[in-house]
T-cell receptor, first 112, second 112 residues
Framework: GQQVMQIPQYQHVQEGEDFTTYCNSS?????IQWYKQRPGGHPVFLIQ?????EVKKQKRLTFQFGEAKKNSSLHITATQTTDVGTYFC????????????FGTGTLLAVQP | DADVTQTPRNRITKTGKRIMLECSQT?????MYWYRQDPGLGLRLIYY???????NKGEISDGYSVSRQAQAKFSLSLESAIPNQTALYFC???????????FGPGTRLTVL
């Protein structure tokens, strides 16, 4: 069946270091979304990428959508303690509209 | 997102008990979803509803049922709770024309 995997599952960094999480889909996606879940919180939408090879930036966060539209990455430059949380990618379920399949998530811990 | 509320926020129950989790939204969205979150497994879709008369099973619907009482209300029931239904449950909504989902604060359910 359709799968969306993320690596790494967990990463611990020192504040100021960079961080990258990778998202890989078993199928081509029409778009990819990224969500952030703070500890004890709920997933919150960050961004959506639609075009092949698209790159979008939000301050220190850089999101990329692969050329084949099967993978994506989120890169955080100079992490801060406020970046702590789990980052999920999500894409439309194959053959369905308005249904998402979520990646397994990457938990980021930032040590001050 | 304060526009999507869930009750209760925490619940401890015993095996065999019937439990209802409720979700309300003021976003005016037609589409509503129930997910469960388990460590390392991401978010898995239980049920979803695209309007009041529409109910659909997700990937893990066994042991669960839902009711869409109104556009703004979508409840999840566990007819006879079992320990492996211990998890964090999220309700989410989306607009017809968008894949972006808006999550409630979650309900932490423990089945003893």
């Amino acid at each position: 069946g359709q799968q969306v995997m993320q690596i790494p599952q967990y990463q611990h960094v020192q504040e100021g270091e960079d961080f990258t999480t990778y998202c890989n889909s078993s199928t081509t996606l029409s778009n990819i979304q990224w969500y952030k879940q703070r500890p004890g919180g709920h997933p919150v939408f960050l961004i959506q990428l639609v075009k092949s090879g698209e790159v979008k930036k939000q301050k220190r966060l850089t999101f990329q959508f692969g050329e084949a539209k099967k993978n994506s990455s989120l890169h955080i430059t100079a992490t801060q303690t406020t970046d702590v949380g789990t980052y999920f990618c999500a894409g439309p379920r194959r053959g369905a509209t308005n249904k998402l399949i979520f990646g397994t998530g990457t938990l980021l811990a930032v040590q001050p | 997102d304060a526009d999507v509320t869930q009750t209760p926020r925490n619940r401890i129950t015993k095996t065999g008990k019937r439990i209802m989790l409720e979700c309300s939204q003021t976003k005016g969205h037609d589409r509503m979803y129930w997910y469960r979150q388990d460590p390392g497994l991401g978010l898995r879709l239980i049920y979803y509803s695209f309007d009041v008369k529409d109910i659909n099973k997700g990937e893990i619907s066994d042991g669960y049922s839902v009711s869409r009482q109104a556009q703004a209300k979508f409840s999840l029931s566990l007819e006879s709770a079992i320990p492996n239904q211990t998890a964090l449950y999220f309700c989410a909504t989306s607009e017809i024309a968008s894949d972006t989902q808006y999550f409630g604060p979650g309900t932490r359910l423990t089945v003893l």
